[in-house]
């Protein structure tokens, strides 16, 4: 079957190619019974005008790159879906890559992006230091970092307020009278785990705290897990770098015969969809995921359309969140 | 900064224009020492090639569109995992939308992804039937049906052999000695609760088991909270549409005093990620949701690569995974 024209449009309605366009662009004023009459047209043929090569010309193509680490990871969805109901809103379309935390990857979808003319790209990266991502800002590509910062790039960008989140949390649990803790981090190169292990020393240290731990692993139930399984001595609190390691942490001590709170507190970070119903609800705390990647896109497209010409930084609050995991 | 552009390439190389695109678009034999004069200067200079205007002269812009009803339901990540994992790996992108179980918005997303010129749409629609499915499926675009097939539209499509997997369950169930079942399902629209509801009045007839109920409600945890909680009457064993489901009969029952699996065995469908892990770790049905994903995406790639030019139906096999929420 042909592929309808704006010339056919033309002819059905019964006006000039450049009426057709007018409407169909909306970009100078048309006669109101000549446009119903090309909507009409529209409408009958199923036309659809050629937005990527109209795109071109005015160089937008109203869509949005988004390098996320692993959509399989719970913490993902959440912001892959805030991301895209901001841009859907505002007839933008969500292009989405996974780069499995590998830097190399990281850079192919970048360049596979910019090769697809996207507008702007969204980005949680590995947390590495990537050399193309200032290439591309210089070049004019528009950046809008999401849960991190890079070091050294100068981007606008989105994220959690961690240091506030861990300190909530630590207050909470030296005011139940904890006073030995094991923190049992994340992947060390991310940059929320960074943030977290610092204010986690801080707080240490302003409370003469001397019993406490430090330990990098991953963002992974397996790393909780492994971790609950070879810990010798217990303290009165394990602080899970994300819900999952506090969950793996929490079966494998209960495995050993020994229970969470009544033995150890154990909490999360995050509050992920599961963290209510586990058992024992875990303490944690919440990270605004779905408006995290809601404000994103909003500051994405602010960028884009010229209403924020200098870098921003949005800082979110997350909430502490007490259920049974703590004493 | 200027836009590095062909000529530039060109010049850096010292060949012509058309070596370079030759080399760009792999289009015809170049001799090895020009190509690596070429390779070098697309390097030096960073020169991306304008893909999408290349695209449209060849009718082909290298991404796909992927319609599914909610990302942050836990069975969709890992399907759109396997869907980017194959895309990426053939240099395809994967533009994601997601429907939010309406009808209207499905028929956007499609009109959206049609005039981004998408080279096949990947389909996990609302399961009402969408007549704006057979009028593009008609005028050429490349289809694929993912988890679901719609009655009345004739397209290629992966699916799970539902059928073959709430019997197996069953099978296990009532060698276990159990004769009074409660079918728990979800949404009464979608393809697969369907096929589950059949196969299961099927089995009670096959058994001749007259102590059995069915319900439709939806694929939530919040659906099965509210049915464990107003239960009177409790069979040996309740169905859960999916694990969603399962986890808030469970938790509900539990809640009442009423013990799983001791009192009651309760089962899921989909093997989520968390039900391993839950207390108790649930018996279900695990569907190969990646597998599905990743099918799909190669199902396509044939079909725009002219490898697949017949209607194909691809049905994989779930497996029953036994666990501790049954006796």
Redesign the interface.
């Known amino acids: 079957?042909k592929k309808v024209s704006i010339k056919d449009v033309a002819k059905e309605a019964g006006v000039s190619i450049s009426t057709v366009s007018r409407v169909v662009n909306n970009s100078a004023y048309v006669k109101e019974e000549l446009r119903v009459k090309v909507e009409k047209a529209i409408k009958k043929l199923?036309y659809?005008?050629?937005?990527?090569?109209q795109s071109?010309r005015k160089g937008k193509?109203k869509?949005i790159g988004f390098v996320i680490p692993?959509?399989?990871n719970?913490f993902?969805?959440?912001i892959?879906?805030g991301v895209?109901?901001y841009l859907?809103k505002e007839?933008y379309?969500?292009?989405?890559?996974?780069s499995d935390q590998d830097l190399d990857m990281e850079i192919k979808?970048i360049?596979?992006?910019?090769?697809?003319?996207i507008d702007g790209i969204i980005f949680t990266g590995t947390g590495l230091y990537n050399p193309l991502l200032e290439?591309v800002i210089?070049?004019?590509t528009k950046i809008v970092f999401l849960d991190r910062i890079l070091e050294g790039v100068n981007a606008s960008y989105v994220i959690c307020d961690n240091e506030y989140g861990i300190l909530e949390l630590l207050k909470y649990l030296y005011s139940r009278g904890i006073r030995s803790f094991y923190f049992v981090n994340g992947n060390e190169n991310t940059f929320s785990a960074k943030i977290r292990y610092e204010a986690f020393i801080k707080f240490m240290k302003e409370k003469n705290i001397e019993d406490y731990k430090h330990i990098f692993t991953n963002f992974s139930?397996e790393a909780g897990y492994n971790f609950g399984k070879n810990i010798k001595k217990i303290p009165q609190a394990i602080i899970g770098g994300n819900d999952l390691i506090a969950?793996g942490i929490s079966?494998s001590l209960q495995e050993r015969g020994i229970n969470v709170p009544e033995d150890v507190s154990v909490t999360g970070f995050d509050d992920i969809?599961?963290s209510k119903?586990y058992?024992p609800a875990l303490t944690t705390v919440r990270q605004p995921i779905y408006e995290m990647g809601y404000k994103a896109a909003e500051l994405m497209l602010k960028i884009i359309n010229g209403k924020q010409n200098k870098i921003k930084g949005i800082i979110l609050k997350p909430q502490l969140i007490i259920r049974n995991s703590t004493i």
Chains 1, 2 share one sequence.
């Open positions: 079957m199923n659809n005008p050629n937005i990527i090569a071109l193509t869509s692993d959509i399989t719970p993902f969805p959440n892959v879906k895209e109901d859907k007839g379309t969500l292009l989405l890559s996974n979808i360049n596979t992006f910019i090769s697809k003319h290439k210089v070049k004019g139930y969950y079966d969809l599961f119903h058992k």
